[in-house]
């Protein structure tokens, strides 16, 4: 007996091409594809170069701040950190009122790192063959959604 094709026409709502999580999904393994190269030549994984864009924006910050604005959780974020300071980026201390807190600042080696990664941006533009005007607004909305399903 033939089995039905899963992927018929009549189910639209189940075709892969269809859903939005797939589309986010390959889209941002494309764009992580994309930056690795670029990322490589600074020594910094994709991850890495998200702390880092959150602490060349507001360096001198604790982690669980750092955890909210890249939603991650502090489980991920320890060992990442530890990894970075052990390449001399930045720096980790606990505070002294509160053990558990635990507040990270960038090094000299960490702050000079944002001048060589200040050509990271022009060159992901550029490969995406898109104007800037509209990736722009494709993150707006991109964010907005998020915001959505998050409230």
Same mark, same amino acid.
């Given at each position: 007996m033939a089995s039905k094709n899963s992927s018929s026409p009549s189910e639209p709502a189940l075709l892969l091409d269809n859903q939005l999580c797939f589309a986010l999904y390959s889209t941002s393994l494309a764009i992580t594809k994309l930056y690795q190269p670029l990322l490589a030549d600074l020594g910094l994984t994709y991850p890495q170069y998200l702390v880092m864009l959150v602490l060349w924006e507001h360096d001198d910050i604790m982690?669980? &701040? /750092? *955890? @909210?604005? /890249?939603?991650l959780d502090s489980g991920t974020l320890t060992p990442l950190l530890k990894r970075m300071e052990a390449a001399g980026l930045l720096r980790r201390t606990r505070s002294s009122v509160d053990e558990r807190r635990v507040q990270i600042a960038l090094t000299t080696a960490g702050q000079a790192l944002k001048v060589q990664a200040a050509k990271v =941006?022009?060159?992901?533009?550029?490969? !995406?063959?898109? =104007?800037? &005007? @509209? %990736?722009?607004? /494709? !993150? *707006?909305?991109?964010?907005? %959604?998020?915001?959505?399903i998050t409230a």
């Open positions: 982690v669980s &701040a /750092l *955890g @909210e604005r /890249l939603f =941006p022009a060159c992901v533009i550029s490969a !995406t063959h898109v =104007p800037v &005007a @509209e %990736l722009m607004a /494709l !993150t *707006g909305k991109v964010q907005a %959604l998020r915001r959505q």
